[in-house]
């Protein structure tokens, strides 16, 4: 009898930026992570694939629900998920906010591959 690896890590990215999600769901999938993406905080809140375990790759600034306002809506639901957070539109106070509300990582567009998956494995616990 022989075990079944597990399935790889799955990590759902919000951006509002249609380009960006096909370019990260490209790489991410490459680097041997599951990958589901939504166009905003509200399309990933109605979906029932948001209740799988994983980490999030957020943008802070979406049309609509923010990434923070999502991040703290989750908490306050007591849905505990690692967020690295990514924005084209960074400042002192949104960082900050990101780091009193428990981000792993923050990183600022354009940001490098090697950063951005170092970031997730952090957030899920394999760096």
């Known amino acids: 009898m022989s075990l079944a690896a597990p399935p790889p ?8 930026d249609a380009s960006l999600l096909r ?8 680097g041997g992570f599951r990958v589901c993406t939504f166009s905003s905080a509200e399309e ?15 943008d802070v ?3 609509g629900l923010s990434g ?13 998920i690692p967020v690295v ?9 949104t960082r900050e906010r990101a780091r009193r509300a428990g981000a792993v990582d923050y990183l600022p567009k354009p940001f490098n591959d090697e950063s951005l998956i170092a970031g997730i494995k952090r957030a899920l616990g394999d760096a």
């Open 85 to 93: 957070f990514i924005t084209a539109h960074d400042d002192a106070v």
């Open 68 to 80: 923070l306002d999502l991040q703290e809506r989750l908490v306050a639901a007591g849905r505990r």
């Open 61 to 63: 600034h979406l049309g």
């Open 23 to 30: 370019a990260l769901r490209r790489l991410l999938g490459a």
């Open 9 to 16: 890590p799955l990590v759902y990215v919000i951006d509002d």
């Open 44 to 58: 990933f809140l109605e979906s029932t694939k948001a209740a799988t375990p994983g980490c999030l790759v957020l």
